[in-house]
């Protein structure tokens, strides 16, 4: 059974960066698709970030060039490097793991962006 484990959230200032990371288990990790989603209170989640197993990724135009989404297969793990975080990317981030329309998410970690 796949389990995916967030961690790295947590207060940072308007300009400033963090970086997510997803700690993957339970199978093997090259095979799957990997991305970030967000969700806000009141809002509906959304697909932040995507890395596919053939390494294509593709990102919401809200986080175009801010966001960087990577894995390191020899450490099972997913990451979103967040620069010149805004407020508004305040948001609980979750990872998610697909592979032949199996889907597996994390719990998710909190970020807040706020002076």
């Known amino acids: 059974q796949v389990q995916l484990v967030e961690s790295g959230g947590g207060l940072v200032q308007p300009g400033g960066s963090l970086r997510l990371s997803c700690a993957f288990s339970?199978?093997?990790?090259?095979?799957?698709?990997m991305g970030w989603y967000r969700q806000a209170p009141g809002k509906q989640r959304e697909r932040v970030a995507e890395?596919?197993?053939?390494?294509?990724?593709n990102y919401v135009d809200s986080v175009k060039g801010r966001f960087a989404i990577s894995r390191d297969v020899a450490k099972n793990t997913a990451y979103l490097q967040m620069d010149s975080l805004k407020p508004e990317d305040t948001a609980r981030y979750y990872c998610?793991?697909?592979?032949?329309?199996?889907?597996?998410w994390g719990q998710g970690t909190q970020v807040t962006v706020s002076s």
């Open positions: 339970g199978s093997i990790f090259s095979s799957y698709d």
């Open positions: 998610r793991a697909t592979r032949l329309g199996m889907v597996y």
């Open positions: 890395l596919t197993n053939g390494g294509n990724t």
